[in-house]
């Protein structure tokens, strides 16, 4: 078991380009989880896969974000013509379905919009 | 909303000193969590406590569900502690996180 892998740990781009992070949870997790944090923040709810389905999406998740889960296993979050305000940690975690089931946190794609 | 307030906002304590921390929530849940974010911003799950108590080593929580208050005890503080310590509340599809408590300890 190697925890939830996040790629790439850092991402600088330019205001108005598309850019693709990608997580790997814990492979035994049927829930996937993918939060944002600004700095001094908490985490921010952005949406929600069991297995490959995605059942909730925050409003947070404006037309330009977009989150798939092929098959169940990885997941990928991609934003579109990324904004200043895109800038933010973006954190995936993983659990398995049930009660009694923490999270699993990555350690996160920092994504800097310049 | 779930509103969720964390006490303290921030918290200096020298090595060896003990610590409460203390998260109130608004509405009745059925998930609550205690995590530990490292300097690195690795978010660590400390605890999975709707009710009752658990202990961990020096960590303790306990959760009030009727009255809608959880706790996270620190013992025997090190300087390793040092970060932000986030409740999370809500249900099983997704977590409302508390803006924290940011714990320095000092030698």
């Known amino acids: 078991d190697t925890g939830v892998s996040q790629d790439p740990r850092h991402k600088i781009t330019k205001r108005g380009q598309n850019v693709t992070f990608r997580c790997d949870p814990i492979?035994?997790?049927?829930?996937l989880y993918w939060y944002r944090q600004t700095l001094g923040q908490g985490p921010e709810f952005l949406t929600y896969f069991q297995n490959e389905a995605q059942l909730e999406k925050s409003r947070l998740l404006s037309d330009r974000f977009s989150a798939e889960r092929p098959k169940g296993s990885f997941s990928t979050l991609e934003i579109q013509r990324t904004e200043q305000g895109d800038s933010a940690m973006y954190l995936c975690?993983?659990?398995?379905?049930?009660?009694?089931?923490?999270?699993?946190f990555g350690s996160g794609t920092r994504l800097t919009v310049v | 909303g779930i509103q969720v307030e964390q006490s303290p906002p921030d918290l200096i304590l020298q090595e060896g000193a003990n610590s409460t921390l203390r998260c109130n929530f608004s509405?009745?849940?059925?998930?609550l969590q205690w995590f530990h974010q490292n300097p690195w911003g690795q978010l660590i799950n400390l605890f999975y406590i709707p009710s009752g108590t658990k202990q961990n080593g020096r960590l303790s929580a306990t959760t009030v569900a009727t009255e809608r208050y959880s706790l996270l005890y620190i013992s025997s503080s090190q300087t390793t502690d040092s970060g932000v310590y986030f409740c999370?509340?809500?249900?099983?599809?997704?977590?409302?996180f508390g803006a924290g408590t940011r714990l320095a300890v000092h030698p």
């Open positions: 492979s035994e997790h049927n829930r």
């Open positions: 975690a993983s659990s398995l379905k049930g009660t009694g089931y923490g999270y699993t």
């Open positions: 999370a509340v809500g249900g099983y599809n997704k977590l409302i």
């Open positions: 509405d009745s849940v059925n998930n």
